[in-house]
């Protein structure tokens, strides 16, 4: 799919992926789980070169944590995405991309170590734990 086009809640921000399938996967880190009330669901575009932020670029804040980025929307609030700039890499909020969503194929948890007890998401998929080890039989 190309030219994906992506908006935080308000409508501020937008921002396009311009080539990506359709793969999802969540992240049941502290971090994440704090920022989002839960575990957040991404998507992986990768590099800056695969992204056109195209509208409302200033109104992105970003949070530094340790060496990466979480950019957000400062008018509504939205979690837009996660930036290591050392490797240019850019995971995003797959839930800003109606086109994705609607045919999305979920298949990995992260940091599934740290995800507690109280929720558990239905059906098999790849997990890792917070050193992208592998867990079997969960
Ligand atoms: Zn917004
Ligand atoms: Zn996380």
């Known amino acids: 799919m ?21 793969f999802v996967y969540t992240c049941h880190c502290d971090t994440c789980r704090r920022m989002n009330s839960g575990p957040v669901l991404s998507v992986d575009p990768g590099p800056k070169e695969n992204i056109v932020f195209k509208h409302g670029e200033e109104a992105i804040t970003i949070y530094h944590d340790e060496e990466v980025e979480r950019g957000f929307c400062s008018i509504c609030g939205s979690t837009l ?44 998929r790849k997990k890792l734990d917070r050193r992208f080890k592998e867990i079997k039989n969960e």
């Open 2 to 22: 190309k030219d994906i086009i992506g908006r935080c809640v308000c409508g501020a921000v937008e921002i396009v992926i311009k080539e990506y399938g359709y």
């Open 81 to 124: 995405f996660w930036h290591n700039p050392a490797e240019n890499h850019y995971c995003m909020n797959a839930e800003l991309f109606d086109g994705i969503i609607n045919k999305a194929t979920f298949n990995l948890e992260l940091f599934y170590d740290m995800k507690p007890a109280y929720y558990t998401f239905a059906g098999k």
